[in-house]
């Protein structure tokens, strides 16, 4: 099997977006003061490169503010193995890549709610084995 190799590209990740929870009643924002999503999209490809997508989406919530905050970071990089065909080991790669990709998002990040409310964020570390797994099961029930 082919090594992985991960030439990077222009990261895509979102400038933070505010939002009033009453706008949302379907979230209990007092389960979590920061909730993280993930998702694998691999685009554009072709017969010798793939292009894939590791993406985390933050929801973040602080007790004294009627608003919410949502961002992602968008990891795309251009592989030399298609999606179908990556391994745990390869989906692990794509998500060291991500991780340092995370860290310099989270580097000196301040939120500033709407109602003057600061909160400097932290990076916590993923847990890539996990989430290996899920990419792992879930591509390779669409691909």
Request: proline share 3%.
């Amino acid at each position: 099997m082919a090594k992985l190799v991960i030439l990077p590209t222009v990261d895509k990740n979102t400038q933070p977006t505010y939002h009033l929870k009453l706008d949302f009643p379907q979230i209990n924002f007092s389960e979590f003061y920061e909730k993280r999503d993930y998702d694998f999209e691999e685009k554009n490809s072709s017969e010798n490169y793939s292009q894939v997508t590791t993406v985390t989406y933050y929801t973040v919530s602080v007790d004294n503010s009627e608003h919410f905050c949502r961002f992602d970071i968008q990891t795309p990089m251009e592989v030399n193995i298609h999606g179908k065909n990556f391994t745990k080991e390869n989906f692990l790669q794509a998500l060291d890549y991500h991780i340092n990709n995370s860290k310099s998002y989270f580097k000196n990040k301040v939120l500033t709610f709407p109602n003057g409310v600061i909160l400097t964020l932290t990076y916590v570390d993923l847990n890539v084995d996990l989430i290996a797994d899920t990419f792992l099961s879930e591509y390779s029930k669409i691909s």
